[in-house]
Structures are given as C-alpha cells and as structure tokens.
C-alpha cells in the first residue's frame, strides 16, 4: 500500500510537467539515454545527458532534458546531499558510464516525456560501486531492491553483486525488450523493500543505478510490404508523368511524332509503326491475339509483329505477360523488342515470324504459372508448354479455346479433372472414332499430367521426357499419329 500511494503522489506532478512540455504535439522523441549521478558525455557513439544535480528534492526537472527523476527518503546517518551521488573508489578501473551513480534511500523514479507511443527497449546499467572496499568491509554489504517499469515489478529483489557474483565494481546490463508506452510517458522506479543491508554507516543501501537507455522498437517492413509500396510508387510515379503530358498537350498526332521506339538499335516514332501496319488495315492483320489484333508492319529496315490491344483486355494479365517475356530470353521464344502506351493506343512490338502463324508462336501455347506469378523462369517453362502441347495433340482441341456450352472449361482444367477420376482416355480426340493404341495414348496422357504440374521442381526434364517417349512407341513412330 506504501508503493501505491507513493506512485500516486509522484505520477501526478510528472503528467503536468509534460503538458507543459510537450504542449499539444505529446509525440516528440524516440529515445533516452541518462548518464545518471554523472556529466554529459559520449560513450559509445551515444551521447548520454547529465544526471548529476544534487538538490533535496522530491522531484527534479531540468527544461534542457525530456526527462525528470523523483527520490524519496532520507538517510537516517546523514543529510549530506553528496550521498545522493556516489562514486567509483580511486584506482579502479571501470567503464566512463559506470564512474558514478545515483542513489536514494528508500525509491528512484525517473519519467521520459512526450515519447512517441509504442514498443521500447529499456536498458538499466548497473555496477556496485558502494559496497566494493575490503579496508572498511562494505564490500561484505548486499543491495537488494524491486524494479517496477510502467507500473509493472519486472525484477523482485534484484541484486547487483549476485549478478557479477559478488564481484564489485563490475558492470551488469538488465534488458527489457519490449516496454509500451501508450500515454506518452515512461517511469522507472527502483524500490528499495528493506531487504539486504541495513546496518552499513550512512545507511547506503536503497536503489542505485549507473545509466538508463531507451530506443524505440521499430520493425523493419516485411519484403511483401516493401514490394507493394515500390509497386505502387512506380503507378503512382506513371500517372503523374502522364498527367503532366495530358496537361503539357503532348496529345494525339504530335505526340505519335514525337515518341521514339527502339526496335533491334534502329529509332522509329510511333508514327512510323503505325504507318508501317497500313493505319492497322486489315490487309495486314496476321493473326487474332489474347490481347487484341496482330499486325504485320514493314519498316525501312526491317519487319516487325504489332499487337494493338483492346480495350477489353485485362491490363493484369497483359502486365504479366510483357513482364514474363522481357525477362525471357529464349531461342523458343518471340522477342518483345519495345512497348507503346499512351492514352487509347497501346501496343507490343515483337520480332517477326517469317515462317508460320504469329498467333501460333505468341499465343499457340499457355506461359507456365511461375511466369504469371512473376516467379524465377528456368527451362522447367518449356516442360510446362509441352506438355500443353501433348494436351492439344492428343484431344485435337486448344487450351486458349473453349467449346460451345463448356463456359471457361479449358482444356487444362478438363485433363486435371479426368485424370482425378482415372478417366483420361475421355480426353482423345473423338474424330479417332476409337481407332488408336489405347495403352500408348494413356501412357502420354499420364507424361502430360506429369509436364503441367503446378511446381516446376517436380516436373521432369526434357531428357527424361524423350526417354519415356522412346519407351512408349519402341524406337518406332508412334501409332498415335493424328
């Protein structure tokens, strides 16, 4: 009950000292560090305040400082005010931290104002200084005293000289790793409860401390976080660009002139391209994309593929697929040579085709998902579309393609689901009328379940996939030749 009512009386007056110092903005700082019973120094990069006011008072504030300490008691062998402050014994050799220290009689409080509200690290230094002399046998006293911080006991009866194993003069670390401050003010309070020495001369045996440390625990953001927040400042960086081109007029014609592409080291404006697919005529539309309409277009030195998107199109699974083939690069593979995207014109510009369907080479075949995913691309990729491939040969059907009253049942989903039901033969193409090896078609089946598994690491290689052919048809030409 002593505590409580000692707590009441000294809480109360610390609330009005920051008011007045931290006025309406309470949120000021993110540390403390206290060189307590000493001078204003730097020790280890960190440069502590001075502690080393000797008044007779309940509670002390210095203006310069976003702290305050309160000391209650008295000595009952002495009134000195020197006694508050103690120091190291001359000739030992102790850390420039732990020189001196403070000490009251009976409990020492110290108050951190207008802190920012959340979760701290609080470091208490130690090191018994007091009771260190054999000449005068105070090195046989013991110091015993309660740690209270925000209110809670966080240590009973903690004693220096058990930490340092009765070795004085040696200093000692309490952490207290995750303190929370939610009113903008801190307490420590060291309270002595009549434990340990009491008959040493002068009666010095109520809380001592060395120094006090408080830093803010703040936690670094998760990767994912840190990804969104440089994703969104690339959106919000785009928009802003094209806001500032809308209202500098950099708008229709004029800026189809001006803007350059650079296709294979040769520069063309967007003009140029245009033109170059005839103003995107029919005449010169190759082929019918997931994104829009490809276009054949004959530059000066040289041919290139456009895709002019739609407007329909999903601008999340286009931004996956430029993302996947510019970090592609591959033999198998069309190029993505450059991009265009201005108010209602959007275009990709590939390499083209000389030989075959553009539309077969770009949208033939399904990207593998850790390319949708946006995931490391290895050769596990190519696995993937042949094994869409095999899918597409054997059902005589497309995955990009879906029938008449099947909705969005492609042709992946549809071999997933007949493989779970042990019913894959269902999935060969019914124009066979039945007329094929049935036990080599269920074996590439099954090497096609094997190629599209959702994780690259447990789908074979190509090697593996060759051998497994060569397996099924004998060295011969596969009976299954449609």
């Not at 309406?24 to 006011?53: C, P, W």
């Not at 075949?365 to 995931?375: G, V």
């Amino acid at each position: 009950m002593g505590l409580s009512a000692s707590a009441a009386a000294t809480r109360n007056p610390s609330y009005e000292i920051m008011d007045n110092r931290c006025g309406r903005k309470k949120s000021k700082y993110n540390s403390l560090f206290i060189n307590a019973g000493g001078e204003r120094i730097n020790f280890q990069q960190i440069v502590f305040d001075e502690d080393n006011s000797t008044l007779l008072t309940t509670l002390y504030e210095n203006s310069k400082t976003p702290w305050a300490y309160s000391c209650l008691g008295e000595f009952d062998s002495s009134t000195n005010s020197a006694n508050y402050i103690q120091n190291v014994t001359a000739g030992t050799s102790v850390p420039e931290l732990y020189l001196k220290a403070r000490l009251c009689p009976q409990s020492l409080t110290y108050y951190g104002f207008c802190l920012h509200n959340g979760h701290y690290n609080v470091e208490l230094h130690f090191a018994e200084i007091v009771f260190a002399k054999d000449k005068d046998y105070s090195s046989l006293g013991k110091r015993v005293f309660d740690i209270y911080i925000q209110g809670n006991r966080e240590r009973r009866d903690f004693n220096i000289k058990k930490i340092t194993r009765n070795t004085p003069n040696i200093k000692t670390i309490e952490n207290f790793p995750d303190i929370n401050v939610d009113d903008n003010l801190l307490e420590i309070r060291l309270f002595w409860a009549g434990k340990g020495s009491i008959f040493y001369p002068l009666d010095l045996n109520g809380p001592l401390v060395s120094a006090i440390s408080v830093t803010r625990n703040i936690k670094p953001l998760p990767i994912a976080w840190i990804v969104v927040a440089s994703v969104l400042t690339a959106i919000l960086l785009l928009v802003l660009v094209l806001a500032f081109m809308w209202r500098m007029g950099y708008l229709g014609d004029r800026d189809l002139r001006v803007t350059k592409v650079v296709l294979r080291g040769h520069s063309y404006t967007i003009k140029q391209v245009k033109d170059a697919t005839g103003n995107f005529s029919p005449a010169n539309r190759i082929g019918n994309g997931r994104f829009g309409m490809i276009y054949k277009a004959q530059l000066p030195d040289q041919t290139v593929a456009v895709t002019k998107l739609s407007f329909e199109s999903n601008k999340d699974q286009i931004g996956t697929e430029v993302y996947a083939l510019k970090q592609l690069k591959h033999d198998n593979l069309v190029e993505l040579l450059d991009v265009y995207s201005k108010k209602d014109l959007h275009l990709l510009i590939y390499e083209y085709m000389e030989k075959g369907s553009l539309k077969q080479v770009l949208f033939g075949y399904t990207l593998a998902p850790e390319c949708a995913t946006r995931k490391a691309i290895t050769d596990k990729a190519d696995v993937y579309s042949y094994g869409v491939l095999l899918l597409e040969i054997v059902s005589g059907k497309s995955n990009l393609k879906t029938e008449e009253n099947q909705g969005n049942d492609y042709l992946l989903n549809k071999a997933c689901v007949l493989h779970s039901e042990q019913m894959l033969l269902n999935l060969v193409d019914t124009n066979l009328c039945g007329d094929y090896d049935k036990k080599q078609a269920l074996k590439i089946l099954d090497l096609a379940i094997k190629c599209i598994n959702l994780s690259p690491t447990l789908r074979p290689t190509m090697l593996e996939i060759v051998s497994e052919l060569e397996q099924i048809s004998n060295v011969n030409a596969p009976s299954l030749s449609a």
